[in-house]
């Protein structure tokens, strides 16, 4: 038997996952490892009269944490204007998909742009 389940980081950190049982099982954790073992316990009790014989696959996807130009601007620590000017000078990653409503990143894409960004900024601080 195989189960279809999705996982994500929340909005305020915490870990979310859905198994596409009838009902469906939800578990959470404060870091992905733990949500994990929630949602496998939870199944496992989701599932009592399996025959013991029976091997279930638990198929998790894992949804990546997009940013939009207010997210990534939190993380640099800048307003949305200096995001903005990043973009339309080709300095800043590329987003992965631009909708009507703006552009979105990998919040980790934006994350690594902001250590290596700071990385330099440190460097050239040195050098004076």
């Given at each position: 038997?195989?189960?279809?389940a999705?996982?994500?980081q929340?909005?305020?950190?915490?870990?979310?996952?859905?198994?596409?049982?009838?009902?469906?099982?939800?578990?959470?954790?404060?870091?992905?490892?733990?949500?994990?073992?929630?949602?496998?316990?939870?199944?496992r009790?989701?599932?009592?009269?399996?025959?013991?014989?029976?091997?279930?696959?638990?198929?998790?996807?894992?949804?990546?944490?997009?940013?939009?130009?207010?997210?990534?601007?939190e993380?640099?620590?800048?307003?949305?204007?200096?995001?903005?000017?990043?973009?339309?000078?080709?300095?800043?990653?590329?987003?992965?998909?631009?909708?009507?409503?703006?552009?979105?990143?990998?919040?980790?894409?934006?994350?690594?742009?902001?250590?290596?960004?700071?990385?330099?900024?440190?460097?050239?601080?040195?050098?004076?």
């Amino acid at each position: 038997m195989e189960i279809r389940a999705s996982m994500r980081q929340g909005t305020a950190g915490r870990w979310e996952a859905r198994a596409e049982l009838d009902p469906p099982v939800m578990a959470s954790g404060l870091s992905r490892d733990r949500c994990m073992a929630a949602l496998e316990r939870a199944v496992r009790r989701a599932l009592p009269g399996r025959s013991r014989g029976e091997t279930v696959v638990l198929t998790v996807e894992v949804q990546p944490t997009i940013a939009g130009v207010a997210e990534a601007a939190e993380i640099m620590g800048w307003d949305k204007r200096r995001i903005i000017t990043y973009i339309d000078r080709g300095s800043f990653p590329p987003p992965i998909q631009s909708l009507a409503s703006g552009r979105i990143w990998l919040r980790s894409d934006v994350e690594r742009f902001a250590a290596e960004w700071r990385e330099r900024r440190a460097r050239r601080a040195k050098r004076s």
